[in-house]
């Protein structure tokens, strides 16, 4: 079998040889003329795959290596019985780890405590619940919203998407649905957006369109009256470089990008394949030993002050945010070009339970916060 894959897919090679030729190109340049020969199709969220790039092909079995599906017409692929893997849940870590170095940092420059804040968090599937376990173990009153999930188990914990909207953090984590009675395009939009309230952290790291971009953007430039992470943006590469300027943090669609999410796309797509083939998986992905696992704290410190200074040497999100704004400050020629390669060229990035915390002195009440993060403590 022939094999197309998207270059920036990690080991993907390696995975994929089992079942025959591997091909690797770049996302945005795969082309129906490219897939005329090739079998398997396995891409990211940048690739489009529909009846015009499928079209007289013999793609036979696409994979995406992302949780989102919203660049896949599955309906198209259903009406073709082409065989369709995706990785959801691959990257949620990822993702909910981003999020918690997100607002670490944010309060700290705000010099609140997580303790009685209130996080509304849209959407429960995946990432969203370990939102809710995360910020719950870190004192954070939780408000979930999730319409679908409502329906299927009653109404339990479940609030309006106004009530989600009120609350001191905003998270987005829902897929991208452009109809239907669960449409999220432009779920936040000119009509809700002042819901939120002044000195409010807004962040999205699902899609760009969920949150309209320009009211946003208006907003900002009107009164910038609250604190904005985006991780995702409209038009993406080629995103609005004055919200980017705007925000606080603002990253290139790399909140999912830590070693084990990248290579649990390729893994669950690996097996999805080796399920449907009935082969025997033989592939395991690689990763390298972590230099510096432990991590000496003093817990005498407050706790966002600790989880800042873990973050700050795990995972520095603001080193993420300064790339992206360098395309604003140093008026970069082509910054759609930069910010694919910021996604390309993206450093290493190992999520939490890779490290040990080791507290200087015995506090079983921050010991069970930090292991509720999948930190090991001593």
């Avoid at 790039?53 to 036979?60: E, G, Q, R, S």
């Avoid at 607002?103 to 959407?123: A, H, M, P, Y």
């Avoid at 604003?328 to 939490?352: A, C, H, S, W």
Wanted: charged share 25%.
């Amino acid at each position: 079998m022939k094999i197309l894959a998207d270059e920036n897919i990690p080991q993907v090679k390696e995975a994929f040889s089992q079942f025959g030729e591997v091909k690797l190109t770049h996302g945005r340049y795969i082309s129906n003329e490219m897939l005329k020969e090739i079998d398997i199709l396995v891409v990211r969220s940048i690739t489009n795959v529909n009846g015009e790039l499928l079209d007289k092909t013999n793609v036979k079995i696409v994979g995406t290596a992302t949780i989102g599906t919203d660049h896949i017409d599955k309906e198209y692929l259903k009406s073709q019985n082409v065989f369709f893997a995706d990785a959801a849940g691959c990257n949620s870590f990822s993702v909910a780890e981003y999020v918690i170095a997100a607002l670490t940092n944010i309060f700290i420059q705000k010099n609140k405590s997580f303790e009685d804040n209130k996080i509304g968090v849209v959407g429960f599937g995946n990432i969203g619940t370990k939102i809710v376990r995360f910020a719950q173990a870190l004192g954070f009153k939780t408000i979930i919203n999730d319409p679908p999930l409502e329906r299927k188990l009653g109404k339990g914990n479940f609030r309006q998407l106004k009530d989600a909207l009120n609350c001191d953090v905003v998270t987005f984590h829902v897929p991208l649905n452009k109809s239907g009675i669960d449409n999220t395009y432009y779920l936040l939009n000119e009509e809700n957006l002042d819901l939120i309230k002044p000195g409010t952290l807004l962040i999205n790291t699902s899609r760009g369109p969920v949150v309209k971009n320009s009211i946003l953007k208006n907003r900002l430039l009107d009164k910038k009256d609250i604190n904005v992470v985006f991780d995702v943006w409209e038009n993406e590469p080629n995103i609005d470089l004055q919200l980017l300027e705007l925000a606080d943090i603002g990253t290139a669609h790399i909140a999912g990008y830590s070693l084990e999410g990248k290579l649990n796309g390729t893994y669950f797509i690996y097996k999805k394949l080796c399920e449907q083939f009935n082969i025997n998986a033989k592939w395991q992905p690689v990763y390298p030993e972590i230099s510096e696992p432990m991590i000496e704290i003093d817990s005498r410190q407050e706790v966002v002050e600790i989880l800042f200074e873990i973050c700050k040497r795990i995972y520095d999100i603001n080193f993420d945010s300064q790339l992206l704004k360098k395309s604003v400050i140093q008026n970069v020629e082509e910054p759609g070009k930069y910010f694919d390669q910021l996604r390309k060229t993206y450093r290493m990035r190992r999520e939490f339970n890779n490290y040990t915390i080791k507290l200087s002195s015995p506090d079983e009440r921050l010991k069970s916060k930090l292991e509720t993060l999948r930190f090991k403590v001593i």
